[in-house]
């Protein structure tokens, strides 16, 4: 079993038990993670979504619209924390976002890939399917948390596909339906 102090490099014998859900931002990836944790999957929910709700209750900087290098410096940190967090349950966790999207990120903005991040998506991986949800524009919603308007979503979406596809991903996309059949669908797919 794998103790959440172990070496990192343990993690890579593990990545069938590490299921991605990715995709665009808005088109339901919460709501699915919510209603698979209901039905008794671990889940691990958006690392970027958790640094900027700390950061607004503690007044901190480290949010996209005012430090987007402190912030992904977060999100790769609480990625590679949560994936330690799985290992350590020792069950099938399914992940919200994670170290591939820090990666897009950057890839996004022409700002080029830093060794570290380049890294962590070499040597800490998922399972090989991820699921993407695709852009729906009916069920995009704008918050404190989440800035940025569809559009910029749907980049943010085929910059996700492209990364996780260059880097030897199989991409699944998920269905835009009722939440239960989304449920299903992924249910019956990581549990074959």
């Known amino acids: 079993m794998f ?5 990192f490099g343990r993690l890579a014998a593990l990545k ?3 299921v991605m859900i990715s995709g665009c931002s808005g088109g339901g990836k919460s ?51 949560q994936l330690a967090e799985a290992a350590a349950s020792g069950r099938l966790t399914l992940f919200d976002r994670g170290l591939v999207d820090v990666y897009a990120w950057f890839r996004s903005v022409g700002a080029g890939v830093p060794p570290a991040v380049e890294a962590a998506v070499t040597r800490l991986r998922y399972a090989d ?14 918050d404190e948390e989440r800035r940025h308007d569809f559009a910029a979503a749907e980049a943010e979406y085929w ?7 260059d880097l030897g991903y199989r991409l699944v996309e998920l269905p835009r339906s009722d939440i239960e059949s989304r449920v299903r669908f992924v249910a019956d797919r990581v549990k074959g």
């Open 31 to 81: 709501t699915l993670l919510a209603a698979l944790a209901a039905r008794g999957f671990a889940v691990q929910m958006e690392p970027g979504r958790q640094i900027v709700r700390e950061q607004l209750f503690i007044g901190g900087d480290a949010v996209p619209w005012r430090d987007m290098d402190g912030f992904t410096q977060l999100v790769l940190s609480r990625a590679m924390h």
């Open 3 to 7: 103790a959440i102090d172990d070496d």
């Open 16 to 18: 069938d038990r590490f």
């Open 159 to 165: 910059s996700l596909r492209a990364a996780y596809s």
């Open 129 to 142: 399917d991820v699921f993407m949800a695709p852009p729906w524009p009916e069920l995009f919603v704008a």
